[in-house]
Each structure stands twice: as C-alpha cells, then as structure tokens.
C-alpha cells in the first residue's frame, strides 16, 4: 500500500518560513512528477509546485521566487522550502505523487501565517 506522509506544516509570522516534507512509503515502483497544492478556506485547491524525476521545476505565479520545491529521488521525498511568507499562504498542503501504481494525495499539512 502506498502512503504519502506530510510534515513540517505550523504556525509562522508574515516574512517567516516554513519547511514543509513529504514521505512516500510503500513498494512504489517509480514516482515520476511531485507536486504540492495546497486549499485555503472555501477556496479550490490550486497547484503550488511541481518537480519532475529530472529536476525540472514550475511554480503558481503568487509563490515564485518564494517557494522551491526539490525532491529526493532515492528516498521518494519532496519537499517545500516557502521564504518570505504571506498571510495569503495559510491553507492545508497536500502532497501528490504520480506514481508507477498511480496518483496518490497526503492527508495535508496546515500551515497558518499570521501575527
């Protein structure tokens, strides 16, 4: 069975940072892309970063230059470092990966910025 374990998530200041993790366990086969989305109070959820097997990377315009995503393919994990955060960041983060067995979500992390 696969599972995707999310941590790291809190409480911060405007301007703080956070870093959020993400396990996946399980006999995985391959995990190809990496993302994280994340689902503010009666919002949709929206896709914040991705992270291909390669490295390649893409990010929601309101975070870029203030999140990075990056991966560790050995152990199946990925990451988020978010820098310079906003209240407009508060929102429960999930992981997804798309994997050989298929695509599979975290139960989320909530993260919360304010003062």
């Known amino acids: 069975q696969v599972q995707l374990v999310e941590s790291g998530g809190g409480l911060v200041q405007p301007g703080g940072s956070l870093r959020l993790s993400c396990a996946a366990s399980?006999?995985?086969?391959?995990?190809?892309?990496m993302k994280w989305y994340r689902q503010a109070p009666g919002k949709q959820r929206e896709l914040v970063a991705a992270?291909?097997?390669?490295?390649?990377?893409r990010y929601v315009d309101s975070v870029k230059g203030r999140f990075t995503i990056s991966r560790d393919n050995v152990n199946k994990n990925v990451y988020l470092q978010m820098n310079t955060m906003k209240p407009e960041d508060t929102a429960v983060y999930y992981c997804?990966?798309?994997?050989?067995?298929?695509?599979?979500w975290g139960q989320g992390t909530q993260v919360t910025v304010s003062s």
């Open positions: 399980g006999s995985i086969f391959k995990v190809y892309v």
């Open positions: 992270i291909s097997t390669g490295g390649s990377t």
């Open positions: 997804n990966a798309d994997t050989s067995q298929g695509v599979y």
